[in-house]
């Protein structure tokens, strides 16, 4: 069983940057395609971004040009790059497989845009 472990949100002005991980453990991802999602007050969860085994991205029409997603495998790690935030993108975000599999989800990490 999979344990992902988000990490890097925060409180930052709008225009601004940051870089989320996603530590995986007790299973390999590297041969998962694995996705970003975030979750809004009053949303529903949605796909921000995915990465396949093999490196391919996809990116939702909001976030495209401004955010890149990565992996680095022999870190079992998935990171979000996140550059000119807008207000609109506060939401605490989660990585998991893509698509996703069963109810499993990590405690996600908190992005606030504001100034």
């Known amino acids: 069983q999979v344990q992902l472990v988000e990490s890097g949100g925060g409180l930052v002005q709008p225009g601004g940057s940051l870089r989320l991980s996603c530590a995986a453990s007790?299973?390999?991802?590297?041969?998962?395609?694995m996705g970003w999602y975030r979750q809004a007050p009053g949303k529903q969860r949605e796909l921000v971004a995915a990465?396949?085994?093999?490196?391919?991205?996809h990116y939702a029409d909001s976030v495209k040009g401004r955010f890149t997603i990565s992996r680095d495998n022999a870190k079992n790690t998935v990171y979000l790059q996140m550059s000119s935030l807008k207000p609109e993108d506060t939401a605490v975000y989660y990585c998991?497989?893509?698509?996703?599999?069963?109810?499993?989800w990590g405690q996600g990490t908190q992005v606030t845009v504001s100034s």
């Open positions: 998991n497989y893509y698509p996703v599999r069963g109810a499993y």
């Open positions: 007790g299973s390999t991802i590297s041969i998962n395609a």
């Open positions: 990465i396949s085994s093999s490196g391919s991205t």
